[in-house]
C-alpha cells in the first residue's frame, strides 16, 4: 500500500506524459488536471493506492477516461466533477457499486483521472490499468482483449449534458455522442470485479508512472542516461525540419521529418497518429508501437505532444519498452503498426545500452 500526497503529484503528472508517448494530453493539460489533483487531497487527504496483491478481488472498480481532443480543455475548461456526475448517471443505469478506482489508461490527463474520482469519492486507487501506455481507441485494452465488458458506458460534460450508451460499436457512438457534446466529454465504464481487471490488466503502472517521474525530473543526469535508467534508450538528437497533419479518418495523422543532430546527413522520421507510433531512418523501423517514443525539448526538457511539435524544434527522441502484455503474439495485433494502417510488423525492443 502507498499513500500517494499531494507533494508527489508533479512527478507523477511528469511520468504520465512520458507514458502518453506524445499523446492523450501535454503538460499544460496533464498538469491542469494535477492542480486539480493537489487541491482535491489538501481538502480529503493522501489517497490510498493498493497493490494488485491487495485488491479485494470481489469488489468492483470504476473506470475513468477523457473522451476527446485534450487541446480543447483550454477552451472548455473542465470542473473537476465530471467523472463523479458520470458514475452518478451510470449507477442510474447498472446497480454495480464501485468499491474502488482502477486505471482505464495510464498515458497522460487519464493517468491523473482515476485519482482524482477516488479522492473526491474517498476510494483507494488499485494500480492497474488497461494500457500501461497511451493508445487512442477505446478497446485497445487488454480489458477488451479478455473479454470484459466496456458497456455501459456514461459519459458528462461541464455544462451537465448526460448520456448511458450501450452498444457493440461503442468507439464510434461515443465519439459521435462526444462531438454533440463539445469536443470533449469524461467517461466511465461498467465496473470491473478487481480479480477480473487484475488479471487482465497492467498492474504497476501508476508505480512505473511515479518511477518516470523521479528518473525525467533529474535535470544533471543526461537524456542517454535518463532513457537508459528508464529501461529505453536515446534514439536521436534532432532538429524538425518539415511537418505534414491531415484530420481524415477517427484520428489526426502526421508525420515529422528530423534532421539529425547527432550524425552527418541523417533524418529520422515519426509516424504519429495521437501518439508517435513509428520512427524510421532511410525507410527502415527504428522503433514501432507498441514500445513509447517520447520526443523531448532538448533545451528545457519538457515531454512534447504530437500536437504540439513544430517546425525548428530541436529534440530529443527516446524509447521506452512497451508492457510486456502488449507484445505477446495473441495481443500483438491490436497495437503493432498493422492496427494503425502502416505496412510494417513490429519490431522487436532492443536492450539499452
Known amino acids: ?10 512527478r507523477l503528472a ?14 499544460q493539460e496533464t498538469h491542469a488536471f494535477a492542480a486539480m489533483l493537489r487541491h482535491e487531497m489538501r481538502q480529503s487527504g493522501p489517497i490510498t493506492v493498493l497493490d494488485a496483491a491487495e485488491a479485494d478481488p470481489d469488489g468492483y472498480g470504476a473506470r475513468v477516461g ?14 473537476g466533477r465530471e467523472a463523479e456526475e458520470a458514475l452518478k448517471a451510470l449507477q442510474a443505469h447498472d446497480s454495480t457499486s464501485a468499491t474502488a478506482v482502477i486505471g482505464w489508461e495510464i498515458g497522460g490527463c487519464n493517468g491523473l483521472l482515476p485519482l482524482l474520482l477516488a479522492a473526491r469519492l474517498g476510494l483507494p486507487y488499485v494500480d492497474v490499468d488497461g494500457m500501461g501506455r497511451a493508445f487512442p481507441r477505446i478497446d485497445q485494452t487488454t480489458y477488451d482483449a479478455a473479454g ?6 456514461a459519459i458528462t460534460e461541464p455544462s451537465g449534458n448526460r448520456a448511458v450508451l450501450d452498444s457493440t460499436g461503442i468507439e464510434k457512438l461515443a465519439r459521435t455522442v462526444m462531438v454533440d457534446f463539445g469536443g470533449w ?9 478487481l480479480a477480473d481487471a487484475v488479471a487482465a490488466g497492467i498492474t504497476g503502472s501508476l508505480a512505473r508512472a511515479l518511477e518516470l517521474g523521479e528518473i525525467w525530473s533529474r535535470r544533471t543526469d543526461s537524456v542517454a542516461e535518463r532513457a537508459k535508467a528508464s529501461g529505453g534508450f536515446l534514439v536521436a538528437r534532432g532538429k524538425v525540419v518539415e511537418v505534414w497533419r491531415e484530420s481524415a479518418g477517427d ?33 527502415e523501423a527504428l522503433v514501432t508501437t507498441p514500445d513509447l517514443l517520447c520526443c ?28 510486456p502484455q502488449w507484445v505477446r503474439p495473441e495481443m500483438l495485433g491490436r497495437v503493432d503498426p498493422r492496427a494503425f494502417g502502416y505496412d510494417l510488423d513490429y519490431l522487436p525492443f532492443r536492450d539499452a545500452e
Open 66 to 79: 477523457l473522451l476527446g481532443a485534450p487541446t480543447v480543455l483550454i477552451e472548455k475548461l473542465p470542473s
Open 296 to 323: 523531448l525539448d532538448a533545451e528545457t526538457g519538457h515531454p512534447l505532444s504530437a500536437e504540439g511539435l513544430g517546425f525548428g524544434a530541436v529534440v530529443d527522441v527516446v524509447a521506452l519498452p512497451s508492457p
Open 14 to 27: 511528469l511520468g504520465v506524459v512520458m507514458l502518453g508517448s506524445g499523446g492523450g494530453g501535454g503538460e
Open 1 to 10: 500500500m502507498h499513500l500517494l500526497r499531494p507533494e508527489e503529484v508533479d
Open 251 to 283: 484520428f489526426p495523422r502526421g508525420t515529422v521529418a528530423l534532421q539529425r543532430l547527432d550524425a552527418d546527413d541523417a533524418y529520422v522520421r515519426l509516424e504519429m497518429q495521437g501518439e508517435y507510433l513509428v520512427a524510421l531512418a532511410d525507410g
Open 148 to 153: 470484459l465488458p466496456t458497456t455501459p458506458l
Open 185 to 193: 466529454a469524461m467517461m466511465v465504464a461498467k465496473p470491473l470485479k
